[in-house]
Each structure stands twice: as C-alpha cells, then as structure tokens.
C-alpha cells in the first residue's frame, strides 16, 4: 500500500495530475506564491522518497511525475476516511457528503446513474 500523503503533498500531487510531468518551478508557478520555492523542492525530494513520485534525472532539470493515477490515490484515501470516521459504511459517509455540501444536479445525476449500473450488476 502506498503511504497517504500530507495536504501539501496532495496539492503537489494535484498540479502533477492535472498538467502531467513537471520540474519543480512548474509546480511552484502552478502552485503560486503562497508556497516557497524550496518547500516545493523539499517536498518532491520527500516524496520522492515516500514512492508518491518518480524523478526523471536523465537531464540537467529534474522532471517529476506522479507514481499512482489521482483515481487510485482517492480511492484508497477515501477508504480510509471510510473506515476511519464512518465505521466502513458506505451509506453514512454518502449521506454526509450530501449534507456537508449541495450536489449539482449534474453530479446527482452522476450518483442515480453510478447506482443504477450498482444495482444492475448485484
């Protein structure tokens, strides 16, 4: 199982998903001036370490890419939220998702359907 990362790795993790392999000054540009430089640097060196990203040392600039796919990562942050605060059920930790924030009617669409196909396979 790979480590969770911080909320710091996460945002880092984010800008790689988003726009694919980057050197550290890409990330920091997309990441913006509330983080420093060398923070990023020092993070991408961490996580590195931690197998959250891999490292192109083949040129002088070193290009980072993310080790797992954003799905992957959510889903296995997601089951351990899951089983963290709700007990593994599914149910409650929908249900509050829902009540925390108002669904668009296209992500509510987005849910009838993923149930639909849920119920059309069990």
């Not at 920091?28 to 990203?53: C, N, P, S």
């Amino acid at each position: 199982m790979a480590p969770r990362p911080t909320d710091g790795e996460l945002a880092i993790l984010r800008v790689l998903w988003e726009n694919g392999a980057a050197t550290v000054r890409q990330v920091h540009e997309k990441l913006g001036r509330d983080t420093a430089y060398t923070t990023v640097l020092k993070l991408l060196q961490i996580m590195t370490e931690k197998g959250l990203v891999r490292r192109d040392e083949s040129s002088r600039t070193h290009v980072y890419t993310a080790a797992e796919t954003a799905q992957k990562t959510q889903r296995q942050l997601l089951k351990d939220l899951l089983d963290k605060a709700f007990g593994g059920s599914s149910a409650d930790l929908v249900l509050q998702a829902l009540a925390t924030k108002r669904a668009s009617q296209e992500e509510l669409m987005q849910i009838r359907k993923l149930l639909d196909e849920y119920e059309r396979r069990n």
